[in-house]
C-alpha cells in the first residue's frame, strides 16, 4: 500500500454526490449506500411535537428506564445510548436488553413513529428503511430537528453544569513567551465554532484540530512578524533574518489567533479559506471536498511559503548574489544553507516524518531501500474482518512484509543495456523518522470500478499509541528498548455515505507539555504514569455547535483522520 506523498498535490479521493441509480445492497459488504433519505421523512418528522416534548422532559435519560427504575452501570440509561424519536420526542435506550427505542416503535400508534436520532453520533435512522438517513440533505424537516436538538442538547449541558469554557490547567510548555510577562494558569481556553461558508465543514473540522495542535500554535508565534531570526547549522552557523510572511501563512496565525482569543460567537475563516483557493483553486465553488485532501494542500502550500521565505533570508545574508556575480564558494555556501534551511520550515518540524521501503528480491535475495517524507500515514481497512484492531492495520500496512510481483530492473547480458523481470518479492515499510505529531489517515473513500465507495466499519483505535513496534533499526532519535508513545488529541469524523456526508471533529482540550532544545528521552513510564499524561477534556464540533462529550462517545467515532501528538 503506497503512502501519500504529501509534497505532490495529486487529487485524493473526493466525496462527491453522484446521481447514480442505488444498487442492491450486500450484507457482507461495506456500508456504502448509508446516509441516503427515505420516503418516511415527510410523515414521521413532526418539529413542533419534538421540541415540546424534549423540552418538558429529562433531558438524555431513558424515559422508560426512568419509569422502570432500570439501572445500567448502576445509572438510568443515558448519554450515547439514548435515541430520540422525531415524531414526538420520546426518549430511549438502545441497550440491548432493554431496546426501549425499538419498543417504542413497535408500539402502535395512529402514525409512523420510525426515525430516531442518535444523541451520542447525531446519526439518523429509519427502523423502517433499516439504515442511517443523511441529515446534511434536502429534507427541510430532518435538518431543523437535528439543528434544534444539537443546540438543545448545549444549553442543557450548560445549565447542568454551569461550563462556559474550559479552565486551562498550569502549563510548563514553555518558560514564558519571548518579551511578555507571564500568562495567569487560570486563562480560559475556549473551543469555539467555525462558520459554514457553504459545504465547508471538510475544512472545518481539519482547522478545529490544527487550532489544538500546541506545537502549531507556538512555532507560528515564532515566525509570524517581518525580521524573525533563524539560526541555520551546519556548515557552520548563519543566522539569517526572514521577510514578511507570505498571505496563506499570515491568515492561518490570524485564524490561530482568533481561536484563542476570548469572547463569544463562532470565527468566520472566510480570509484563510480564500487564500488557500487562491493556492488550490479545486476548493473553490463551495462543493464537498475530502479532509485529507484539504489538509495536505493547506500545509503544503505554507511549507512551500515558508521554503520560499527561507531561501530569501539566506541570499540576503549573501548580499543577494546571483548566477553571474557569485563566485563558486558562495554558490556552493548558498546551497549547502539552502537545503540544511529549508529543513526548518515549521510544517516539517511538526508534521513531517520519514518512511523506509524495504524490497528483497525471492530469487537473488537482492534488497533495494527507498526513504520518502509523509505527511500522514494512510491505512486501509480490511473489510473481510470481523473486527478491525487499529495496531492490526498499523502492523498490516508496515510491518508484515507483503508478497508481489515486483518489477526489478536488472542488467543483462544481452544487447539491452537493461531490461524488466517480473519476479517475486518481498516489501516492507518502517518509520526511520518521527515528527512531533502523527496523522493517521483510514482509507474509507475506495475505487469500485467505475464508482467510489465508502467503508463504514468500525476500527477501533487506542488513545495512546505505541509506535515503537513499526519503528526501524536506525529510526532517528529511537533507543533500543524504549517506547514511543502518543497521545490521540484529534480526530476528523465522516458521517454519511458518497452521495452526502458531514465532516466533524473531536478534539481534547489539555494542558501543554514543555519543549526544551535538548533530546528527549522516549517514555519509559508504565502504563498508568503514561495515562495520566493524557488528561482533559474532549469537545465535539460541528460547524458552530460545541459541546463537551465523553470519552467513550469518542472511542465509538467513526474516525477519518486521527491526530497523535508525541508524549514527552
Given at each position: 500500500?503506497?503512502?501519500?506523498?504529501?509534497?505532490?498535490?495529486?487529487?485524493?479521493d473526493?466525496?462527491?454526490?453522484?446521481?447514480?441509480?442505488?444498487?442492491?445492497?450486500?450484507?457482507?459488504s461495506?456500508?456504502?449506500?448509508?446516509?441516503?433519505?427515505?420516503?418516511?421523512?415527510?410523515?414521521?418528522?413532526?418539529?413542533?411535537?419534538?421540541?415540546?416534548?424534549?423540552?418538558?422532559?429529562?433531558?438524555?435519560?431513558?424515559?422508560?428506564?426512568l419509569?422502570?427504575?432500570?439501572?445500567?452501570?448502576?445509572?438510568p440509561?443515558?448519554?450515547?445510548?439514548?435515541?430520540?424519536?422525531?415524531k414526538?420526542?420520546?426518549?430511549?435506550?438502545?441497550?440491548?436488553?432493554?431496546?426501549?427505542?425499538?419498543?417504542?416503535?413497535?408500539?402502535?400508534?395512529?402514525?409512523?413513529?420510525?426515525?430516531?436520532?442518535?444523541?451520542?453520533?447525531?446519526?439518523?435512522?429509519c427502523?423502517?428503511?433499516?439504515?442511517?438517513?443523511?441529515?446534511?440533505?434536502?429534507?427541510?424537516?430532518?435538518?431543523q430537528?437535528?439543528?434544534?436538538?444539537?443546540?438543545?442538547?448545549?444549553?442543557?449541558?450548560s445549565?447542568?453544569?454551569?461550563?462556559t469554557?474550559?479552565?486551562?490547567?498550569?502549563?510548563?510548555?514553555?518558560?514564558?513567551?519571548?518579551?511578555?510577562?507571564?500568562?495567569?494558569?487560570?486563562?480560559?481556553?475556549?473551543?469555539?465554532?467555525?462558520?459554514n461558508?457553504?459545504?465547508?465543514?471538510?475544512?472545518?473540522?481539519?482547522?478545529?484540530?490544527?487550532?489544538?495542535?500546541?506545537?502549531?500554535?507556538?512555532?507560528?508565534?515564532?515566525?509570524?512578524?517581518?525580521?524573525?531570526?533563524?539560526?541555520?547549522?551546519p556548515?557552520?552557523?548563519?543566522?539569517?533574518?526572514?521577510?514578511?510572511?507570505?498571505?496563506?501563512?499570515?491568515?492561518?496565525?490570524?485564524?490561530?489567533?482568533?481561536?484563542?482569543?476570548?469572547?463569544?460567537?463562532?470565527?468566520?475563516?472566510?480570509?484563510?479559506?480564500?487564500?488557500?483557493?487562491?493556492?488550490?483553486?479545486?476548493?473553490?465553488?463551495?462543493?464537498?471536498?475530502?479532509?485529507?485532501?484539504?489538509?495536505?494542500?493547506?500545509?503544503?502550500?505554507?511549507?512551500?511559503?515558508?521554503?520560499?521565505?527561507?531561501?530569501?533570508?539566506?541570499?540576503?545574508?549573501?548580499?543577494?548574489?546571483?548566477?553571474k556575480t557569485?563566485?563558486?564558494?558562495?554558490?556552493?555556501?548558498?546551497?549547502?544553507?539552502?537545503?540544511?534551511?529549508?529543513?526548518?520550515?515549521?510544517?516539517?518540524?511538526?508534521?513531517?516524518?520519514?518512511?523506509?521501503?524495504?524490497?528483497?528480491?525471492?530469487?537473488?535475495?537482492?534488497?533495494?531501500?527507498?526513504?520518502?517524507?509523509?505527511i500522514?500515514?494512510?491505512?486501509?481497512?480490511?473489510?473481510?474482518?470481523?473486527?478491525?484492531?487499529?495496531?492490526?492495520?498499523?502492523?498490516?500496512?508496515?510491518?508484515?512484509?507483503?508478497?508481489?510481483?515486483?518489477?526489478?530492473?536488472?542488467?543483462?547480458?544481452?544487447?539491452?543495456?537493461?531490461?524488466?523481470?517480473?519476479t517475486?518479492?518481498?516489501?516492507?515499510?518502517?518509520?526511520?523518522?518521527?515528527?512531533?505529531v502523527?496523522?493517521?489517515?483510514?482509507?474509507?473513500?475506495h475505487?469500485?470500478?467505475?464508482?467510489?465507495?465508502?467503508?463504514?466499519?468500525?476500527?477501533?483505535?487506542?488513545?495512546?499509541?505505541d509506535?515503537?513496534?513499526?519503528?526501524?533499526?536506525?529510526?532517528?532519535?529511537?533507543?533500543?528498548?524504549?517506547?514511543?508513545?502518543?497521545?490521540?488529541?484529534?480526530?476528523?469524523?465522516?458521517?454519511?455515505?458518497?452521495?452526502?456526508?458531514?465532516?466533524?471533529?473531536?478534539?481534547?482540550?489539555?494542558?501543554?507539555?514543555?519543549?526544551?532544545?535538548?533530546?528527549?528521552?522516549r517514555?519509559?513510564?508504565?502504563?498508568?504514569?503514561?495515562?495520566?499524561?493524557?488528561?482533559g477534556?474532549?469537545?465535539?464540533?460541528?460547524?458552530?455547535?460545541?459541546q463537551?462529550?465523553?470519552?467513550?462517545?469518542?472511542?465509538?467515532?467513526?474516525?477519518?483522520?486521527?491526530?497523535?501528538?508525541?508524549?514527552?
Open positions: 500500500m503506497r503512502l501519500k506523498d504529501p509534497f505532490s498535490l495529486k487529487a485524493a473526493m466525496t462527491k454526490r453522484t446521481n447514480k441509480p442505488r444498487k442492491p445492497r450486500d450484507e457482507e461495506s456500508d456504502e449506500v448509508s446516509g441516503l433519505t427515505c420516503q418516511h421523512v415527510s410523515k414521521a418528522v413532526d418539529l413542533s411535537s419534538v421540541k415540546k416534548a424534549v423540552t418538558s422532559s429529562m433531558w438524555s435519560m431513558c424515559s422508560d428506564c419509569r422502570e427504575r432500570t439501572m445500567i452501570d448502576g445509572e440509561a443515558s448519554g450515547h445510548d439514548i435515541l430520540v424519536c422525531l414526538c420526542g420520546f426518549q430511549g435506550c438502545s441497550q440491548s436488553e432493554s431496546q426501549h427505542s425499538t419498543k417504542h416503535h413497535q408500539t402502535l400508534h395512529p402514525e409512523s413513529h420510525c426515525i430516531t436520532i442518535s444523541l451520542g453520533t447525531w446519526k439518523a435512522w427502523f423502517e428503511c433499516n439504515e442511517e438517513l443523511s441529515t446534511h440533505c434536502n429534507k427541510k424537516a430532518l435538518a430537528t437535528l439543528d434544534f436538538l444539537q443546540k438543545h442538547s448545549v444549553k442543557a449541558a445549565d447542568a453544569f454551569g461550563w469554557g474550559l479552565r486551562e490547567e498550569p502549563s510548563d510548555y514553555a518558560d514564558q513567551p519571548r518579551g511578555k510577562s507571564p500568562v495567569s494558569n487560570s486563562t480560559l481556553v475556549p473551543v469555539k465554532g467555525v462558520n461558508l457553504g459545504n465547508t465543514c471538510f475544512f472545518n473540522a481539519v482547522m478545529q484540530n490544527l487550532s489544538q495542535t500546541h506545537m502549531l500554535n507556538d512555532l507560528i508565534q515564532d515566525v509570524k512578524e517581518k525580521g524573525h531570526k533563524l539560526k541555520i547549522c556548515p557552520g552557523a548563519l543566522t539569517v533574518t526572514l521577510p514578511s510572511p507570505e498571505p496563506l501563512t499570515s491568515a492561518m496565525f490570524l485564524f490561530l489567533h482568533s481561536m484563542k482569543e476570548s469572547g463569544k460567537g463562532p470565527v468566520n475563516p472566510k480570509i484563510l479559506f480564500n487564500q488557500l483557493c487562491q493556492k488550490a483553486p479545486r476548493f473553490k465553488g463551495y462543493q464537498q471536498q475530502d479532509s485529507q485532501e484539504l489538509l495536505h494542500y493547506l500545509l503544503d502550500s505554507m511549507r512551500v511559503e515558508e521554503t520560499k521565505r527561507i531561501k530569501a533570508g539566506i541570499l540576503k545574508s549573501f548580499n543577494n548574489p546571483t548566477e557569485a563566485d563558486e564558494e558562495t554558490k556552493r555556501q548558498v546551497k549547502a544553507y539552502g537545503k540544511e534551511g529549508v529543513k526548518m520550515n515549521f510544517v516539517d518540524r511538526i508534521f513531517v516524518g520519514e518512511l523506509t521501503n524495504t524490497i528483497m528480491c525471492e530469487e537473488c535475495e537482492h534488497i533495494s531501500t527507498v526513504k520518502e517524507a509523509f500522514d500515514i494512510s491505512l486501509p481497512i480490511i473489510e473481510e474482518r470481523v473486527s478491525i484492531s487499529f495496531n492490526f492495520l498499523l502492523r498490516y500496512l508496515l510491518v508484515l512484509p507483503k508478497y508481489d510481483n515486483c518489477v526489478l530492473f536488472a542488467t543483462l547480458l544481452t544487447e539491452k543495456k537493461s531490461d524488466k523481470v517480473y517475486s518479492a518481498r516489501k516492507q515499510m518502517l518509520i526511520s523518522s518521527l515528527p512531533p502523527v496523522t493517521l489517515h483510514l482509507k474509507r473513500f475505487q469500485a470500478g467505475m464508482n467510489l465507495r465508502k467503508v463504514n466499519r468500525h476500527v477501533n483505535f487506542p488513545l495512546i499509541l509506535l515503537a513496534p513499526f519503528c526501524s533499526a536506525s529510526c532517528k532519535n529511537l533507543v533500543a528498548g524504549e517506547r514511543v508513545l502518543y497521545s490521540l488529541y484529534g480526530i476528523v469524523e465522516h458521517s454519511g455515505s458518497m452521495r452526502g456526508g458531514h465532516y466533524t471533529a473531536y478534539v481534547k482540550v489539555r494542558s501543554p507539555q514543555r519543549r526544551t532544545e535538548q533530546p528527549q528521552r517514555n519509559l513510564a508504565g502504563p498508568r504514569e503514561a495515562s495520566s499524561a493524557t488528561q477534556q474532549w469537545v465535539y464540533v460541528s460547524d458552530t455547535n460545541v463537551t462529550v465523553p470519552e467513550s462517545r469518542v472511542l465509538n467515532s467513526q474516525a477519518y483522520l486521527l491526530f497523535y501528538e508525541e508524549m514527552l
